[in-house]
C-alpha cells in the first residue's frame, strides 16, 4: 500500500508538473490522465478510508486556502458565500434527495438525502486553477474560494445528520439545527484557540523553520478537536487559517517569506494526489455499475448530474436578485442613520453611525466615503461574473470521500448493494462535473470576456494612494531622525544621511538607482570612510523606513482605503528590500 501511494502521489505530480509547464489546467489534467491509467494492468487499484482521505487532506489544503484569503473580502462576500455555501447545499441536498427516493424508493428516503448531502458541497481547487490563469475578477474568486471553505462544513453536517437517520437513530429538525449551531460554534470557537496560540508562537520563536513546522501540524489538530467536540473540524481550520493570515503582517518578514512557497508546495503535491485518487475509482465504480441494475444506476447518476448543474444557475441568479432587494433596504437604512447624526447625534436612530464614528475617530487614518460604504453593500456582480459563478460548481475530494466512507458513517445499515449504487452515484457526478464544467469553463470565461482589467485598475490607483501616503509618512520619520543624526554626528552624519535618504525615496518610488546609492554609502561606512557613523546605524535607519511604510499599508486596509490583497503584494515588496538588507 504504501509503495503504491508512493507511485501514484510520484505519477500525479509529474502529470501535474506538465500541465502547469503547458498552461493547462492541472487538476483536470491528472484526472483525465488518470482515468486512462487506471485500465492499465501495472497501476495500482488504492483503497483508502473515506474518513482518513478527509483527514489527510482536508486541514492542510482548507487551512493554505484560508491563510492566503482575504478576511476583509471574505466578511463583504459573506452574503454571497452565505448563499452558496450554506443555502445552495441544503436545497440540493433536498432536491436531489427527493429526486433519488423517488427513482430509487428501496434505498429510504434519510439514505436518499445523504446522497444529496454528499453531492451538495462544489470544490474550488479546479475552478480557482483556471481561475487564477485566466485573471478572472477579484470578487469572483473571493465567493468562489469563499463557499468552498464553508460549504464543507454545511455538507459534512447535513451528511453527520442523515447517517444517523439511515442508521436507525431518531433526529427532529431541532436537533439536527442544534447539530447545525453546535458545529459552528465549537468548530469556530477551536479554530480561533488554534489561531491564536500559533500566531502567538510565530511572534515569540524568532525560527521560521520551526514555526512553520508547527503551522503544517496545527490545523490537522485543530480539525480533530473540532470533530471530537461534535463540532466542525472544517470551520475550525478555516478559522485557524483566517485568523493566522489576518495578523501575517505582525510577524517577521522572514517568516512570511517562508510559508508562501511552503504552503504551495503542500497544495500542489495534496491537490496533485486528490485528482489522481478520483481518477483512479473509476474501475471500481464501473464494476458497481455493471453487477448492481447498470442502466438503472446510470440513469440514476445522469438525472443527479442534471440536477447539480442545472440548480447552481438558476440558484445564484434568483439568490442574488433577492440579496439585491435587501440590500437596498440596508443601504436606505444606512443613509437615514447618517441623516439623523447629522441632525441629532444623541438620537437612538443615529447611535449605530455615531458609535462607530467614535470607534474610528480612535484611529490615525479615517476610511474614505468608499470605504464606509463598502462594509454597508456587498460586491456586484455582473451577469457574465454570475454565468461564471453558475458554471463552476464541480465536485471534488469531500464528495468522492463521503461516499467512500458511506459504509462506516450509516455503520453498515444500508444494504442489498444500497450503498455501492450512492458511492457509484455520487462518483459519476464528481467525475461528470470535472471534466464537463471544468473543460468547458476556460472556453465560458474567454468567451464571455470576464477579466480584472478594472480591478487591476483599481489597485493601481490604491498603490499610488498609498505611495504617496507611504512617502509622506517616511519623509516625516526620516526629518525627525535627521535632527537626532545631525546633533550625534555633526556635519558628517548630514552628509551620510542626506545621501542615505534619498537611496530609500528612490527605493520607494521603484528606482533601479536607489540600490546602488544604498549600496555606496553602506560600503563607505563599512570600510570606515565615514567617521563616527556605522554600518549597523544604517541598517537601522532603514528597517525603521520599512516599519513606517508597512504600518501606513496596514493601517490603511485595516480601514478599508485599500484592499487586503494590494496591502499583501506591497508587503511582499518591503519583504523583499528587507531580505536585501540582510544579504547586502
Given at each position: 500500500?504504501?509503495v503504491d501511494?508512493?507511485?501514484?502521489?510520484a505519477?500525479?505530480?509529474?502529470v501535474?508538473a506538465?500541465?502547469r509547464?503547458r498552461?493547462?489546467?492541472?487538476?483536470?489534467?491528472?484526472?483525465?490522465?488518470?482515468?486512462?491509467?487506471?485500465?492499465?494492468?501495472?497501476?495500482?487499484n488504492l483503497e483508502?478510508?473515506?474518513e482518513?482521505?478527509?483527514t489527510?487532506?482536508?486541514?492542510?489544503l482548507?487551512?493554505?486556502?484560508?491563510l492566503?484569503?482575504?478576511?476583509t473580502?471574505f466578511?463583504?462576500?459573506m452574503?454571497?458565500?452565505r448563499?452558496?455555501?450554506?443555502?445552495?447545499?441544503?436545497l440540493?441536498?433536498?432536491?436531489?434527495?427527493?429526486?433519488a427516493?423517488?427513482?430509487?424508493?428501496?434505498?429510504?428516503f434519510?439514505?436518499?438525502?445523504?446522497?444529496?448531502?454528499i453531492?451538495?458541497?462544489?470544490?474550488?481547487?479546479s475552478?480557482?486553477?483556471?481561475g487564477r490563469?485566466?485573471?478572472l475578477?477579484?470578487?469572483?474568486?473571493?465567493?468562489?474560494s469563499?463557499e468552498?471553505?464553508i460549504?464543507?462544513?454545511?455538507?459534512?453536517t447535513?451528511?453527520?445528520?442523515?447517517a444517523?437517520?439511515?442508521?436507525?437513530?431518531?433526529?427532529?429538525v431541532?436537533q439536527?439545527?442544534?447539530?447545525?449551531?453546535l458545529?459552528?460554534?465549537?468548530?469556530?470557537?477551536?479554530?480561533?484557540?488554534?489561531?491564536?496560540?500559533?500566531?502567538?508562537?510565530?511572534?515569540?520563536?524568532?525560527?521560521p523553520?520551526?514555526?512553520s513546522?508547527?503551522g503544517l501540524?496545527?490545523?490537522?489538530?485543530?480539525y480533530?478537536?473540532?470533530e471530537?467536540l461534535?463540532?466542525?473540524?472544517v470551520?475550525?481550520v478555516v478559522?485557524?487559517?483566517?485568523?493566522?493570515?489576518y495578523?501575517?503582517?505582525?510577524?517577521?518578514?522572514a517568516?512570511?517569506?517562508?510559508?508562501k512557497?511552503?504552503?504551495?508546495?503542500?497544495?500542489?503535491i495534496l491537490?496533485?494526489?486528490?485528482?489522481?485518487y478520483v481518477g483512479?475509482?473509476?474501475?471500481?465504480?464501473w464494476?458497481?455499475?455493471t453487477?448492481?441494475?447498470?442502466?438503472g444506476?446510470l440513469?440514476?447518476a445522469?438525472?443527479?448530474?442534471?440536477?447539480v448543474v442545472?440548480?447552481?444557475p438558476a440558484f445564484?441568479?434568483?439568490?442574488?436578485?433577492?440579496?439585491?432587494?435587501?440590500?437596498?433596504?440596508?443601504?436606505?437604512?444606512?443613509k437615514?442613520?447618517v441623516?439623523a447624526?447629522?441632525k441629532d447625534?444623541t438620537?437612538r436612530?443615529?447611535?449605530?453611525?455615531a458609535?462607530?464614528?467614535?470607534?474610528r475617530?480612535?484611529?490615525?487614518?479615517?476610511?474614505?466615503?468608499q470605504?464606509?460604504?463598502?462594509r454597508v453593500l456587498?460586491?456586484?456582480?455582473s451577469?457574465?461574473?454570475?454565468?461564471?459563478?453558475?458554471?463552476s460548481?464541480?465536485?471534488?475530494v469531500?464528495?468522492?470521500?463521503l461516499a467512500v466512507?458511506?459504509?462506516?458513517?450509516?455503520?453498515?445499515?444500508?444494504?442489498?448493494g444500497?450503498?455501492?449504487?450512492?458511492?457509484a452515484?455520487a462518483?459519476?457526478?464528481?467525475?461528470?462535473?470535472?471534466?464537463?464544467?471544468g473543460l468547458?469553463?476556460?472556453?465560458l470565461?474567454r468567451?464571455l470576456?470576464?477579466?480584472s482589467?478594472?480591478?487591476t485598475?483599481?489597485?493601481?490607483?490604491?498603490?499610488a494612494?498609498?505611495?504617496?501616503?507611504?512617502n509622506e509618512?517616511?519623509?516625516?520619520?526620516?526629518r525627525?531622525?535627521?535632527?537626532r543624526w545631525?546633533?550625534?554626528?555633526?556635519?558628517?552624519g548630514r552628509?551620510?544621511?542626506?545621501r542615505?535618504?534619498r537611496?530609500?525615496?528612490?527605493?520607494e518610488?521603484g528606482?533601479?538607482?536607489?540600490?546602488?546609492?544604498?549600496?555606496?554609502?553602506?560600503?563607505d561606512?563599512?570600510a570606515?570612510r565615514m567617521?563616527?557613523?556605522?554600518y549597523?546605524e544604517?541598517q537601522?535607519?532603514?528597517?525603521?523606513?520599512?516599519s513606517?511604510?508597512?504600518?501606513?499599508a496596514?493601517?490603511?486596509?485595516r480601514?478599508?482605503?485599500?484592499?487586503?490583497?494590494?496591502m499583501?503584494?506591497l508587503?511582499?515588496?518591503?519583504d523583499?528590500?528587507e531580505?536585501?538588507?540582510?544579504t547586502r
Open positions: 500500500m504504501s501511494l508512493i507511485f501514484v502521489v505519477g500525479a505530480v509529474a501535474a506538465l500541465a509547464w498552461g493547462w489546467p492541472a487538476p483536470l489534467v491528472v484526472t483525465a490522465v488518470a482515468l486512462a491509467a487506471s485500465f492499465l494492468p501495472f497501476v495500482p483508502i478510508d473515506g482518513l482521505l478527509l489527510a487532506t482536508l486541514p492542510p482548507l487551512y493554505s486556502a484560508a492566503n484569503a482575504s478576511f473580502s466578511k463583504q462576500a452574503p454571497h458565500v448563499r452558496l455555501g450554506v443555502g445552495l447545499v441544503a440540493t441536498t433536498v432536491v436531489v434527495g427527493l429526486v427516493w423517488l427513482m430509487l424508493p428501496d434505498i429510504g434519510a439514505a436518499a438525502l445523504l446522497l444529496g448531502a453531492v451538495g458541497p462544489p470544490d474550488a481547487v475552478a480557482a486553477a483556471i490563469k485566466l485573471g475578477p477579484r470578487r469572483v474568486m473571493t465567493v468562489l469563499g468552498s471553505l460549504n464543507d462544513a454545511t455538507s459534512l447535513l451528511v453527520r445528520v442523515f444517523a437517520v439511515a442508521a436507525g437513530a431518531t433526529v427532529t431541532w439536527g439545527l442544534w447539530e447545525f449551531v458545529a459552528v460554534v465549537v468548530g469556530v470557537g477551536a479554530g480561533l484557540v488554534f489561531g491564536f496560540v500559533l500566531h502567538a508562537i510565530r511572534l515569540w520563536l524568532d525560527d523553520t520551526v514555526s513546522t508547527l501540524l496545527m490545523p490537522f489538530g485543530a480533530i478537536l473540532a471530537h461534535h463540532g466542525s473540524g470551520l475550525a478559522a485557524m487559517g483566517f485568523y493566522v493570515g495578523n501575517a503582517p505582525r510577524t517577521s518578514y517568516q512570511r517569506q517562508h510559508d512557497p511552503l504552503w504551495r508546495s503542500v497544495d500542489f491537490e496533485s494526489f486528490v485528482f489522481a483512479l475509482q473509476f474501475p471500481d465504480v464494476r458497481t455499475v453487477e448492481h441494475n447498470g442502466s444506476v440513469v440514476v445522469l438525472v443527479v448530474f442534471a440536477l442545472l440548480m447552481r445564484v441568479f434568483a439568490s442574488y436578485a433577492w440579496g439585491q432587494f435587501w440590500q437596498r433596504l440596508r443601504l436606505r437604512r444606512w437615514h442613520s441623516e447624526h447629522q447625534p438620537s436612530r443615529a447611535r449605530p453611525v458609535s462607530a464614528r467614535a470607534r475617530a480612535s484611529m490615525s487614518v479615517q476610511p474614505t466615503t470605504a464606509i460604504q463598502q456587498e460586491p456586484v456582480l451577469v457574465r461574473e454570475r454565468i461564471v459563478i453558475s458554471w460548481g464541480m465536485r471534488g469531500v464528495t468522492l470521500a466512507a458511506l459504509p462506516e458513517l450509516t455503520d453498515h445499515s444500508i444494504g442489498d444500497h450503498v455501492e449504487t450512492l458511492i452515484v462518483y459519476i457526478v464528481t467525475v461528470g462535473t470535472l471534466l464537463v464544467q468547458t469553463l476556460p472556453v470565461i468567451g470576456g470576464v477579466t482589467k478594472d480591478q485598475a483599481r489597485d493601481n490607483r490604491e498603490v494612494r498609498l505611495r504617496r501616503l507611504s509618512a517616511g519623509i516625516e520619520y526620516l525627525v531622525k535627521q535632527e545631525v546633533a550625534a554626528h555633526g556635519e558628517i552628509e551620510a544621511f542626506n542615505f535618504s537611496g530609500l525615496l528612490k527605493v518610488q528606482a533601479t538607482s536607489g540600490e546602488n546609492d544604498l549600496d555606496k554609502v553602506q560600503e561606512a563599512a570606515g567617521k563616527q557613523v556605522s549597523d544604517l537601522a535607519l532603514s528597517r525603521g523606513w520599512l513606517v511604510r508597512r504600518k501606513v496596514l493601517e490603511q486596509s480601514v478599508g482605503n485599500i484592499s487586503e490583497e494590494v499583501r503584494d508587503f511582499d515588496a518591503m523583499a528590500e531580505l536585501a538588507l540582510d
